[in-house]
């Protein structure tokens, strides 16, 4: 029931925040003040310095039963496995790539691929993919989600890239599970601004406890 439970916590967390940065140190910040902000889903990027280390120390620190720690930006299975050692739990690529998707089940984690076409949609869930993840967001908008659950009306998605505070009731009501948040979140943490990072997450976690409770 492992990946039911992390799945789950990520449909509940409602908005995932994408982790980059220069260092590792930037990193860590970053994580502590998205979580101090109230944000229950962390994405740490592979393209992040030691981006393993950061997800271990991460996963060591929680003790809230809610938050999940996943990876981002993987782009092959050595990288995923690499990241469930560290202790991710969720795994996230920019593309469908059919031998992360293995490793993953092999290991109950859900994988979210990149997808961009109702095609690659199909395959990545005939992989056994449970969420995909709509990159960029942004080359779209929200009226696509209708289009693609015309013919997959079971299809879970999270759109990442183009998601904002101004919009992302547009995307909820339009029926994702899901929003992946990153450049106008995480841009404060750019100059150090760590405080600037957990209020932006504070406004992101109001607005969507705004918009499930319908206000």
Avoid at 18 to 27: A, F
Avoid at 47 to 60: F, G, K, R
Avoid at 134 to 153: H, T, V
Wanted: contains cysteine; negative net charge.
């Amino acid at each position: 029931m492992k990946r039911v439970e992390i799945l789950t916590k990520l449909e509940n967390a409602g908005v995932i925040p994408v982790v980059r940065g220069n260092s590792k140190e930037q990193g860590l910040k970053s994580c502590q003040a998205l979580l101090a902000g109230g944000m229950k889903g962390l994405e740490i990027t592979f393209t992040l310095p030691n981006a393993d280390e950061v997800i271990a120390e991460m996963v060591a620190e929680n003790q809230d039963p809610d938050v999940v720690v996943g990876a981002g930006t993987v782009l092959d299975a050595v990288t995923a496995r690499l990241a469930i050692m560290a202790g991710a739990e969720f795994i996230v690529s920019p593309t469908f790539d059919q031998e992360t998707a293995e490793i993953c089940n092999l290991y109950q984690i859900p994988y979210l691929p990149g997808c961009m076409t109702i095609t690659e949609i199909k395959n990545a869930m005939k992989a056994g993919v449970d969420i995909v993840k709509l990159f960029p967001g942004s080359a779209y908008g929200s009226s696509i989600i209708g289009a693609f659950k015309a013919p997959l009306p079971h299809v879970n998605i999270m759109p990442t890239g183009g998601v904002s505070l101004e919009n992302m009731e547009e995307w909820f009501k339009a029926g994702v599970v899901t929003v992946g948040v990153g450049g106008n979140l995480m841009k404060p943490a750019d100059s150090g601004d760590y405080e600037g990072v957990t209020k932006a997450a504070q406004e992101y976690m109001a607005e969507f406890k705004r918009i499930k409770e319908g206000n």
